[in-house]
């Protein structure tokens, strides 16, 4: 089957981009190598040859290429998925870009939880994606409507849908999110059914289709396939990083999941309150009213403190283990004191 660029999600935000260099042919990108990036194009798939390191291009986006199959140009992205690197290192990891429908996966069972749910909702504000919340294994739990009932509590018209993501009449409930040619993604923990969806939306068996390719020095590796095409002409991108990710920069999106505490908030008498016992603290007195969870309040505050800890810098983020560091030897050297070593 032939594809159109509009199938690919070529749209007039790309197309606008691209008049100034009409000679150069646009391809979306489906993977990203070490040294190379794989593109579509209705002419099907090819090798390209980036014009900067591939860590700077992601999944799902747009570029430039000339006639010798080289990068020109990477188009501006309409949303961008990005995550913390692992550990110390405070770098940013792009993920996915141009996807549409950030798929919130979670299962009716201990993996529900709202605080998670509120991280990942920051994240589609953040990045710009509409946000569907798929609670799964609800064929297997008592009463579904429960869970469902709570994360539907998180947001004004959120979409939440309950299913058995191994059931395929189900699972054409998240179809109806994505359109053809739009792309989505999932999230969520590891065992919340993840797989099962991406196979039962892309039709396939195998979530991940391995490729054999060559790298630089002639040797074969072993790849895997990110922008999948789902049943409905949709793409889907999975990738290894987009399934558990860490927020970082994402103040604006914490805000637009918490607005109504944010709005409570603006009554205080501080502007800079913490909210935890100040005078004249409008959020500590809506709580005492009744109007307002504490629970809630707590679960900003954590989401708050978390999203600060991973936006710093990596400078401070040393600093910060060395005072830690330090906190740990002077609280040993104390604890030795005090039983008389
Ligand atoms: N009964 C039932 N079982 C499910 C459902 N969704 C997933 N499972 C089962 O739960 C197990 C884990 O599902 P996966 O799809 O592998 O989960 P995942 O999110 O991809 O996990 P990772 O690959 O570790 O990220 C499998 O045995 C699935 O068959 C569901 O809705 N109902
Ligand atoms: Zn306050």
């Known amino acids: 089957m032939t594809l159109t660029y509009s199938d690919l999600g070529w749209s007039n935000f790309f197309q606008s981009q691209q008049d100034a260099d009409a000679d150069l042919t646009p391809y979306r990108i489906s993977a990203v190598h070490r040294d190379k990036l794989t593109g579509l194009s209705p002419d099907g798939e090819i090798q390209l040859l980036p014009d900067r390191l591939t860590g700077e291009f992601a999944v799902g986006d747009w570029v430039l290429a000339n006639a010798a ?6 188009l501006e992205r309409q949303t961008e998925l990005s995550r913390r690197a692992a550990g110390t290192d405070a770098r940013e990891q792009l993920i996915a870009a141009n996807v549409d429908v ?3 996966t979670t ?6 939880n709202l605080a998670r749910l509120e991280r990942y909702l920051a994240l589609a504000h953040q990045s710009g994606c509409y ?39 189900d699972v054409t409930q998240l179809l109806a999110w994505v359109k053809p040619s ?25 979530a991940v289709r391995d490729i054999r390719e060559d790298d630089s020095k002639g040797r074969h590796t072993t790849t895997a396939r990110y922008l999948r095409r789902m049943v409905n002409g949709g793409w889907l ?12 920069d994402a103040d604006e999106g914490v805000e637009e999941v918490f607005s109504d505490l944010m709005e ?21 007195a809506a709580v005492k009213e009744g109007t307002l969870e504490l629970a809630r309040v707590e679960r900003w505050q954590k989401l708050h403190r978390d999203e600060e800890r991973n936006t ?29 070593y």
């Open 264 to 284: 409570i908030a603006q009554g205080c008498r501080f502007n800079d309150c913490s909210h935890s016992g100040e005078p004249g603290c409008a959020v500590t």
């Open 102 to 104: 950030l798929f919130i």
């Open 182 to 206: 739009q792309t989505a993604t999932l999230v969520g923990s590891s065992g919340v059914g993840k797989t099962t969806l991406t196979n039962g939306l892309t039709g396939s068996k195998d």
């Open 237 to 248: 991108i999975d990738t290894p990083g987009m399934r558990a990710l860490r927020i970082k």
């Open 131 to 169: 946000p569907v919340v798929v609670l799964t294994k609800a064929d297997v739990c008592e009463d579904a409507s429960v869970y469902r009932k709570q994360a539907e509590s998180l947001a004004a018209s959120l979409t939440v849908l309950t299913l058995d993501a191994k059931n395929p009449d």
């Open 312 to 340: 710093e810098t990596l400078v401070q983020s040393r600093r910060r283990d060395k005072g830690f560091g330090k906190m740990i030897k002077s609280m040993k050297r104390d604890h030795k004191g005090r039983k008389g």
């Open 69 to 74: 199959d080289q990068v020109c140009e990477r």
């Open 107 to 112: 299962s009716c069972n201990a993996d529900f």
